[in-house]
């Protein structure tokens, strides 16, 4: 910590603690408590239960968290896949260049992801490109909301890289794409897996787009904890919430060990 003297390290602790525990652990916890709950009895849950559990794992919702899943790795790929790209290409516009790409990939960021949904269901719900009523465009739709993480991760990256690694290997006659796939991607490794795990956790938590998009053989795992407490089914959503915690935290502990190793090669 940057606090030196004992008195103050236990002070940025107590305020820490005072700070962090009401306003992000305690409602975390809450959602857990009521997860294992049929009633609410008072200030605490009571009546404890697995059964919640045992129906969140199991077909609707064994489902649902599928889809999520397969929209939230296949979004974060493509994203990836463009924002890295949308990044290299603004390094070499130079200044100019760069913020009108920056300013393009952040726009669908700057107005409310149901715009981004709308935007999206009136593009493509006519042809020649017809993609209404099937998983792909929930699955652009995620990929629209996330592309600007990748991009200002990965840019951001790439404004930090010392440029004496690739003019060494163009000096000794290296072509500029092995520069770029043996010099440059292997240096941005762990800034492109930070932004793989950034747009996978966005792309598994995102409703509001969805909920105009999705069809009902694609219904992602936040829209089935949506209709379940729309229903006033409290207990079964806080389950269904924290398998999808649960399931996040566990692919980004895995992003995160990826990047760790990375940063050591």
């Given at each position: ?19 962090f ?8 916890l ?24 045992a ?12 889809t ?23 390094a070499a ?11 393009l ?18 593009a ?33 990256a ?19 794409s ?5 010099v ?43 209709t ?7 207990f ?30």
């Amino acid at each position: 910590m940057l606090v030196h003297s004992r008195r103050g390290r236990w002070t940025a602790w107590a305020a820490f603690a005072v700070l962090f525990v009401p306003l992000f652990a305690l409602p975390l916890l809450v959602i857990v408590a009521a997860s294992f709950a049929t009633n609410w009895s008072g200030a605490f849950p009571s009546g404890p239960t697995t059964e919640h559990y045992a129906a969140a794992v199991r077909g609707e919702s064994l489902q649902a968290l599928t889809t999520s899943l397969v929209t939230a790795l296949t979004a974060s790929l493509v994203a990836l896949t463009v924002g890295t790209w949308a990044a290299l290409a603004g390094a070499a516009l130079g200044r100019k260049g760069k913020r009108v790409l920056d300013a393009l990939f952040m726009l669908p960021v700057a107005v409310p992801s149901v715009v981004v949904g709308l935007a999206v269901l009136v593009a493509f719900s006519q042809p020649p490109v017809l993609l209404n009523g099937t998983r792909w465009i929930v699955i652009l739709a995620h990929t629209v909301l996330v592309t600007a993480f990748a991009h200002q991760s990965v840019s951001a990256a790439i404004q930090r890289l010392d440029p004496m690694y690739e003019q060494a290997a163009a000096s000794l006659g290296a072509r500029p794409s092995y520069v770029l796939l043996r010099v440059r991607l292997p240096l941005l490794l762990p800034s492109l897996n930070a932004a793989a795990g950034l747009c996978f956790a966005l792309s598994m938590g995102e409703l509001s787009a969805t909920m105009m998009l999705y069809p009902p053989d694609w219904t992602p795992l936040p829209v089935l904890i949506f209709t379940a407490t729309d229903r006033g089914s409290l207990f079964t959503g806080s389950a269904l919430a924290v398998v999808l915690m649960a399931t996040t935290l566990l692919a980004l502990l895995a992003v995160s060990r990826i990047r760790t190793r990375a940063s050591f090669r």
